[in-house]
């Protein structure tokens, strides 16, 4: 078992409470499956004996009596998922750093996100979940998770159809940079559209804060584009070495970075799938791996404020 588990009496004892918990939960979820299941073949069998209506009037009881189940269960699955962030997440996370806390209900604001230029489209539907903050030395740090989406609407001859499309999921953190920026500097993922954007940029014209800044890190040009409306500013953030912690960052990540400096603060977006923090209901809170993934890319989150050297101040606020 983790040592994080094994090494703290008081977490095996929650953890114990909650797995009794835990599998009431899913036997329900399970007998649940199964009466659906027994519907859906009620109403099968119904159609290929030409008995359609009997099987559906037949079909109506398990139906009712799975819905009643799920509405019985699910006041007793949201107190077991909060329970299981706040006295097991929670208690795991001292193990890092004394100072994390851990909202489970807060995140990024949205004005926040849109402040932050990560991305060029403001999201329509924005969820964000998950805070966890703490200190590192003198740097103050946060990140939480967050799924932004936009939607775009088409007119067909069935009426309006509404799709939703991804601009970032994943998780932004943000730290202290004891800088008062005068303007943004933003580093996004030398894509094509950024790509694009740059060319016209350096050789037609600047718009806005587009305005690209050339480094001298051949790699770092090479995967990102950097803008800002004051090329020494950006300069004096980029210098060699962050270029260089912020390229061994990258590769340490799945997916490529963005980067961002406003105010006083950095942002970073990670692009992830997983979902992390959720109590498991189908598998038991028993095994040796249960909070890995989670401490993982909580410690990676962490090592940030020390990968890129944010407590070796090199200005003074101004």
């Known amino acids: 078992m983790d040592s994080e588990i094994s090494n703290n009496p008081a977490l095996q004892e929650v953890l114990n409470t909650l797995e009794v918990d835990r599998k009431k939960i899913a036997s329900t979820y399970t007998v649940c499956y199964t009466v659906f299941g027994i519907a859906a073949l009620l109403i099968v069998g119904g159609l290929l004996i030409g008995a359609a209506t ?53 995140g990024l604001m949205e004005g926040e996100f849109i402040d932050s230029d990560l991305f060029t489209t403001e999201p329509d539907r924005y969820k964000t979940q998950d805070l966890i903050s703490g200190t590192v030395d003198k740097t103050s740090f946060s990140f939480a998770e967050v799924h932004a989406e936009y939607k775009t609407e088409t007119q067909t001859k069935n009426g309006t159809r509404t799709e939703w499309h991804t601009i970032f999921k994943g ?6 940079f004891n800088k ?52 020494i500013e950006a300069r004096y953030i980029l210098t060699p070495a962050m270029m260089e912690r912020i390229l061994d960052l990258n590769n340490k990540s799945d997916e490529t970075i963005s980067l961002s ?36 890319i909580v410690q990676f989150m962490h090592d940030i404020v020390h990968e890129l050297d944010l407590n070796t101040r090199i200005w003074g606020k101004g």
Not at 99 to 104: I, K, M, Q, W
């Open 171 to 176: 998780i932004i953190f943000v730290a202290d």
């Open 261 to 296: 400096f406003i105010s006083s603060k950095m942002y970073i977006a990670f692009p992830l799938s997983n979902n992390y923090f959720e109590a498991p209901i189908h598998t038991s809170l028993l095994v040796p791996d249960l909070l890995t993934d989670d401490l993982s």
């Open 54 to 106: 009997v099987a559906i009037i037949l079909s109506l009881i398990p139906i009712i009596v799975g819905i009643v189940m799920l509405f019985q269960i699910d006041g007793d699955a949201q107190k077991y998922k909060v329970a299981y962030k706040m006295n097991v997440v929670s208690t795991a996370l001292k193990k890092i750093n004394e100072s994390l806390t851990f909202v489970p209900q807060s």
């Open 180 to 231: 008062n920026f005068t303007v943004s500097t933003v580093v996004r993922p030398k894509s094509f559209g950024n790509t694009v954007g740059a060319w016209f940029s350096k050789n037609i014209f600047s718009f806005g804060n587009t305005e690209i800044v050339q480094l001298e890190n051949t790699n770092f040009d090479n995967q990102f584009v950097t803008y800002s409306r004051n090329q």
